[in-house]
């Protein structure tokens, strides 16, 4: 087993945290005793952490020596994605840019975790959470292509429809910006147009019955719905919902990010068999869905209440898991590190 960080180095693929918010509050960790029937269930109150710092600068001496470390570990086309607010995701970007380079930056991902912002006295409701996204290297680095369901708006334009389904109109002509001066044009089957295909590709759509033709000479080609994955993922990420209370993968954990959220970051940036690591642990979430998705996995945490946690739903998983615990101690601070065999 790794016991110093110096043996975890350039081991990672990807790092997903979500580390204190500098929100200022103190957070526990709800239990609640089964309902009676004369009575409602007791909520205990656990403490877990406390977000309250001397300042902005206190908060960032924190990070700074951990974010370092973390690219330290990354291999060369691995990743950090960092999850933050509105608090000081402003402030730790410019860390980022410093440790990693300002040409690594990928993405600054908005995650839209609730549809009912409360009321603010003083500006606009906030809705949303930033994930930042890192690369050690952004010229090793490629994220893998991942999609979402369609919705109501996605399946408008799949307005047409044959013998082989529904389907959309996909240009091959250049339109607006694409369409300059410079621009050659050539003809391909009676219409002379600035095509953004090779006539070989055109030839090869046209007999596999994807061309369609307009009454006024246009062609456009065919995309039929059953041939798409859904809708590719963009940097805004609205249809993942948060964790509610009534959720089964509720901890009583009040910051516990959903599934679906960690499952979006590890298939985009990790293949099997590739090591994730979280380092502001939780309630685990990041050891759950990699090890579902059949990555290597370490987690460090330092509240026991959450690290029990954790314990308990690795367990509770169906797959075989084999994982254990250790305990390392840095600069004075103790934690605790659960692995699968990195």
Known sequence: MCERIEDLRRKFRLIYIDPPFLSGTSYSLKTRSKDEKDAAGKVED?????????????????????????????????????????????YVKILLDDIFGYTNFVNEIVWKRTNSPKAQSRGFGAQHDVILLYAFNSQQFKLNQVFRNHDEKSLKPYSYEDARGKYR?????????????????????????????????????????????????????????????????SDLWFDIPPVQGGSVEYTGFLTQKPEALLERVIQSATDQGDVVGDFFAGTGTTAVVAQRLNRKWLLCEEVESTVEIIRQRIQKMDLPVEYAFSSFQRAGHKAKRLRKHV
């Open 46 to 90: 656990t403490p877990t952490y406390n977000d309250k710092w001397e300042g902005v600068s206190d908060y960032l001496s924190f990070m700074k020596p951990r974010l370092g470390m973390m690219r330290s570990l990354l291999t060369e086309n691995g990743s950090l994605w960092v999850h933050l607010d509105w608090h000081v995701s402003h």
């Open 169 to 233: 109109l996909i240009e091959i002509e250049a339109q607006g910006i694409q369409r300059t001066e410079s621009r050659r044009q050539f003809e391909w089957r009676g219409r002379t147009a600035p095509y953004l295909y090779r006539i070989e590709t055109l030839d090869k759509w046209w007999e596999e019955d994807l061309i369609y033709r307009s009454r006024n000479g246009r062609y456009t080609k065919k995309q039929y719905l059953t041939d798409t994955l859904g809708v590719p993922v």
